[in-house]
Nanobody, 123 residues
Framework: QVQLVESGGGLVQAGDSLTLSCAAS????????VGWFRQAPGKEREFVAT????????NYADAVKGRFTASRDNAKNTVYLQMNSLKPEDTAVYYC????????????????WGQGTQVTVSS
């Protein structure tokens, strides 16, 4: 069992940066792949980034590639999403999700979810 708590969201201006954190409790978090997703009002939840076990194979949605970076510190049971050059269209609730051994872009494959953190980017 894994519990996830996101933090680090807020209100920023276009072009600013934010770093989201996803803190996990529970055993052996290092064997879980983690995905980041976001959901804007009236829209479906969409894939943002994934990071595999031990930080391998980060993968990004085209909309954030080159601006966002996923990383993890397994000693701290925490995964991060560094977001640079933020745009108003990045405004959404951001969620982290975890699944044993693998990570992928479909939200349906994840067993554990955090409660989300709001990111608002003003123009």
């Amino acid at each position: 069992q894994v519990q996830l708590v996101e933090s680090g969201g807020g209100l920023v201006q276009a072009g600013d940066s934010l770093t989201l954190s996803c803190a996990a409790s529970g055993r052996a978090f290092s064997i879980y792949g983690v995905g980041w997703f976001r959901q804007a009002p009236g829209k479906e939840r969409e894939f943002v980034a994934t990071i595999g076990v031990a930080g391998r194979s980060p993968n990004y949605a085209d909309a954030v590639k080159g601006r966002f970076t996923a990383s993890r510190d397994n000693a701290k049971n925490t995964v991060y999403l560094q977001m640079n050059s933020l745009k108003p269209e990045d405004t959404a609730v951001y969620y982290c999700a975890a699944r044993k051994y693998t990570a992928g872009s479909s939200p349906d494959m994840y067993n554990y979810w955090g409660q989300g953190t709001q990111v608002t980017v003003s123009s």
